[in-house]
């Protein structure tokens, strides 16, 4: 006779497992969030067309200036 467990959540039903993944969704969520530029791009759109004209940028070229390192644009 086969005896076949009808949990599907492993990680509820083991501790240690559910502290892991919790910790991992933690360091991916806190990856992400460091990895977002959204905050220096409203940062430099915030800012009026002379600030930017003095930093070298016009409002279409912001979203290319913040990720030229990334993408290469």
């Known amino acids: 006779m086969a005896y076949t467990a009808t949990n599907s ?15 991992l969704k933690a360091f991916g969520k806190a990856y ?3 990895r977002s530029r959204q905050a220096e791009i409203a ?11 003095e930093r ?12 030229a390192d990334t993408y290469y644009l």
């Open 9 to 23: 959540d492993f990680a509820a039903s083991h501790p240690i497992f559910a502290r892991i993944a919790d910790r």
């Open 32 to 34: 992400v969030e460091a």
């Open 43 to 53: 940062a430099l759109e915030a800012m009026t067309d002379d600030q930017l004209a």
């Open 56 to 67: 070298g940028l016009t409002r279409d070229g912001i979203v290319r200036h913040v990720f």
